[in-house]
Each structure stands twice: as structure tokens, then as C-alpha cells.
């Protein structure tokens, strides 16, 4: 027995379990490739041409934010009392734009001041051949041309008529009642399609005129008239006529004055 137990305690003191663990063979092996492949990476990477040569990278320097001379939490603290201490901003005005201005172009207006100015024109023309073409010269002929069809006459020497046909006979009564009859314009003032006469009416009495014989006088008298004119035409005529004048003429005496109604 004693000679068995040598022999084991010689074998536990030879193993490896006794000093370490024993490297295996393969574990050897594996260290030699290693150190193989580290040789040859060596020489390989010395093989290499300069420029093909991996370079060491520099190393960044990494710099350091400066440190804040107060802790950051004071400045948030003052930065807020700061905040809530400042007033509010009073809310922006409202901009209310202001409407833009109606300016009419320069050619409008000059348009519509040349197109009254033609309306003006038209009319006192109307009138002037009205009474000197037609009443002094007794050319009816012009009536359908310087009247509408719709004309109306009214006056207060009992003479209101409608119509050319009605025109047409009133001139003629009128100049055959008085010889060298003339009507002469005093004033005139027109407004746009309306003109206002002054007018003095002279004659000699040589037939019946208001229900009084000849007399063989020369009579005057004075009135004012009213013309409308509408489509480039006279629509309306209001005559209003110093008839009492008149009729004083018409049974005067022989040895009374006449004044021929002569304007003051």
C-alpha cells in the first residue's frame, strides 16, 4: 500500500492540474499563425509604395466650452424674473386700408365736358332757327326739321297747338295779321337740352288778330319763352306774352300815343 501511494502522489505532483493548466496542442499551433500572419502583414504593408502606405490619422482636438462664470441655473433665474417683470407688448393697431380714390381718367372728362357743350350748342341753335328761319321768314317747310312730331305749343294768346299741322297754321295766322311780323331775341341762357328766351315781338296790324280789325299800326310787345328740345329737336314751347300791352295797341285811338310795347 505504502508503495501505491508514492506512486500516486509522484503522478499528481507530474501532472499538469499540479503547477497550471496544460496548453494544448492546438492552442499552440493557433499562436504560431498568429504570429505568422502579424509577420506577414508587417511585410506586406512594408512591401507597399509610400503613397499606398496607411498613415496614422490625426487625432481631433476636441475643445472644451469655457466655462460659465456664473452657474447657468442664476442665469435662467434672472433671465425669467427679467421676463415676468417686463410689461407685455400692447396688441398691433388694426390697419384699416383706406378706400382708393375715384380719379376719372383726364380723357373722360374732357369727353363728357365736350359732349355737354355739343348738347348746348344744339339747342340754342334749334331756337335761333326756330324763331329766324321759321316765324320771321315763314319758312314752315323747316318745321319737320328743327321740331319733334310731338310738339306743343301753349301760349296765353289763346294760340296752343300740337303737332306740325298745328305749327303750320298759328304761323300763318300770325303773319297774316301782321305784316313785317318780327320776333328779336333780347337774352337767351341755355341748360343742356332747355333754353330761356327774352323776346320782342313787332308788326304792322293788317288783318284780324285776337277778334280786333286792322288798324294799320304798328304794334310791340314783350315776352319770355320756354324751350325743351329731346332727340336733337324742340319737343315743348311755353310762351308767356304781354298780351294786355298788346290789346291796348290793337283799340287804341287815333290821337292816343302808342308805345309799341317797348321794352324798359
Not at 185 to 213: D, Q, W
Amino acid at each position: 500500500m505504502g508503495f501505491f501511494n508514492r506512486k500516486k502522489k509522484q503522478k499528481e505532483q507530474a501532472s499538469p492540474s499540479s503547477t497550471g493548466k496544460q496548453q494544448s496542442p492546438s492552442s499552440g499551433v493557433r499562436r504560431q499563425e498568429q504570429s505568422r500572419k502579424v509577420q506577414g502583414s508587417g511585410v506586406r504593408e512594408s512591401a507597399r509604395p509610400p503613397s499606398q502606405q496607411q498613415r496614422p490619422r490625426p487625432q481631433q482636438s476636441q475643445s472644451l466650452p469655457p466655462k460659465p462664470s456664473q452657474p447657468v441655473s442664476n442665469m435662467a433665474a434672472v433671465a425669467t424674473a427679467i421676463a415676468n417683470s417686463a410689461p407685455p407688448p400692447p396688441p398691433p393697431e388694426p390697419v384699416v386700408p383706406s378706400p382708393p380714390a375715384v380719379v376719372a381718367p383726364e380723357n373722360d372728362a374732357q369727353q363728357m365736358q365736350e359732349s355737354a357743350q355739343a348738347g348746348i350748342d344744339l339747342t340754342r341753335n334749334l331756337v335761333k332757327k326756330f324763331i329766324a328761319d321759321i316765324w320771321n321768314r315763314g319758312e314752315i317747310d323747316l318745321i319737320p326739321e328743327v321740331c319733334s312730331p310731338s310738339l306743343r305749343f301753349n301760349g296765353n294768346t289763346g294760340f296752343d297747338r300740337v303737332g306740325h299741322d298745328g305749327l303750320v297754321r298759328m304761323v300763318a295766322t300770325i303773319r297774316e295779321a301782321l305784316d313785317d311780323y318780327h320776333c328779336e331775341i333780347h337774352s337767351m341762357v341755355v341748360e343742356h337740352n332747355k333754353a330761356f328766351c327774352r323776346l320782342r315781338f313787332t308788326g304792322k296790324h293788317t288783318g284780324n288778330l285776337l277778334g280786333y280789325p286792322p288798324t294799320g299800326r304798328v304794334v310791340g310787345w314783350m315776352g319770355a319763352t320756354e324751350f325743351t328740345c329731346q332727340n336733337g329737336k324742340i319737343l315743348k314751347v311755353w310762351e308767356l306774352g304781354d298780351i294786355k300791352t298788346l290789346e291796348e295797341q290793337l283799340i287804341a285811338i287815333d290821337d292816343q300815343p302808342l308805345d309799341g310795347g317797348h321794352d324798359e
